[in-house]
């Protein structure tokens, strides 16, 4: 902690306060829990973003989709509507949140919606789809008015909960003890090799209930996808500059795998959910202009190539070489087993019927 932590240190402990009377209210029954007969899934997190949230989820999409009918369900945090929105054709970054709209452009068989009131979200899913069989709530740790029936908590293994401090000291919504909540603990964005001796390293760190599973993940990159329909370079091995510009809370995963690609890499780093104007676009080519090669890319992360598709006043040039690159998480060992047993046997009914 820095001297700029310690002088903000009084602060985060009235609002580490605050929120720990606000869960105890939850807890004790002051303030009231729904909990709802369709299955309930919740990823979140103790950090203000930036743990691999929308990865999980879509791994989970993967795990269910082909057995089950899923919907996902989230705030839809930077769109400009209010309320509960069901996805369609019509939907954008604007209308859903980045997230939602990832959800929605890859998983056709799923069915997608925002509401910052997820008992409202939940009523309404249900409603327009009475054979929907679960629910996945994205980044609902600290929405304590719904009660899901399975809880993952997710942690960055380059900024542990454990290691950190309540805002604005730190980057933790509550205190560390919230974790209690979570059935399942994820430690996300591990070394691509992780060594046993980490792993009973890090569970010493963490200090876990009995009831609940630690399990490890690591992210894999798939290549850069063309963001333009007119892009016709080859996409290559290695190239002399990439010019990498992202608005997301995390993008030293996506340096690291870029680095390898080039022999030199340039950051433009915006703020978690920018919306890009044309200013920024501007700002950006005129960036990777000023690199004096011809060997470049611009490349940027497939949530934000979300955000710029649905950005109709933002245009690129034909033929811009602008590339993005599609993420999915990956257990480490025997994880994604124990992970899958313990989703489907949270469903164990549903299971039984769909065989």
Not at 106 to 119: L, P, T
Not at 148 to 159: Q, V
Not at 220 to 237: C, E, N
Request: include cysteine; aromatic fraction near 12%; hydrophobic fraction near 40%.
């Amino acid at each position: 902690m820095g001297l700029l932590g310690l002088i903000l240190f009084p602060i985060s402990l009235l609002y580490g306060m605050f929120t720990w009377f606000r869960n105890l209210f939850f807890d004790i029954g002051i303030l009231s829990v729904k909990k709802h007969a369709i299955p309930i899934i919740s990823v979140g997190n103790l950090s203000m973003g930036g743990t691999g949230k929308t990865p999980m989820v879509e791994y989970l999409i993967r795990l269910l989709q082909n057995q089950f009918k899923v919907a996902t369900l989230s705030r839809g945090y930077g769109r400009k509507t209010k309320g509960f929105v069901l996805a369609d054709e019509m939907a954008s970054a604007k209308t859903i949140g980045d997230e939602s709209m990832q959800y929605l452009y890859k998983y056709n068989q799923v069915k997608v919606a925002v509401d910052e009131n997820r008992n409202r979200g939940v009523n309404n899913l249900v409603k327009s789809f009475p054979d929907l069989d679960v629910v996945l709530l994205d980044d609902a740790f600290q929405h304590r008015w719904i009660k899901p029936g399975l809880s993952i908590l997710l942690t960055d293994y380059f900024n542990l909960y454990s290691n950190d401090y309540v805002f604005p000291t730190g980057k933790l919504r509550e205190f560390r003890g919230g974790a209690k909540r979570a059935d399942i603990v994820i430690v996300t964005k591990t070394p691509v090799v992780l060594s046993p001796i980490t792993r009973r390293r890090i569970a010493e760190e963490l200090k876990l209930k009995e009831y609940q599973l630690l399990l490890f993940t690591k992210i894999i990159y798939d290549g850069l996808v063309p963001f333009l329909v007119s892009t016709k370079k080859r996409i290559k091995k290695r190239y002399s500059h990439i010019v990498l510009f992202t608005g997301i809370a995390n993008n030293y995963p996506i340096q690291e795998y870029l680095q390898p690609l080039c022999s030199e890499l340039t950051v433009l780093s915006y703020g978690d959910h920018h919306i890009y104007t044309q200013e920024d676009i501007d700002r950006i080519l005129e960036k990777f202009n000023e690199v004096f090669t011809k060997d470049k890319i611009l490349v940027t992360t497939e949530k934000d190539a979300m955000r710029l598709q649905s950005c109709c006043e933002v245009k690129f040039s034909d033929g811009t070489p602008l590339y993005y690159v599609p993420i999915r998480t990956v257990f480490h060992n025997g994880d994604g087993d124990l992970f899958s047993k313990k989703i489907l046997d949270f469903l164990p009914e549903l299971s039984k019927t769909k065989e």
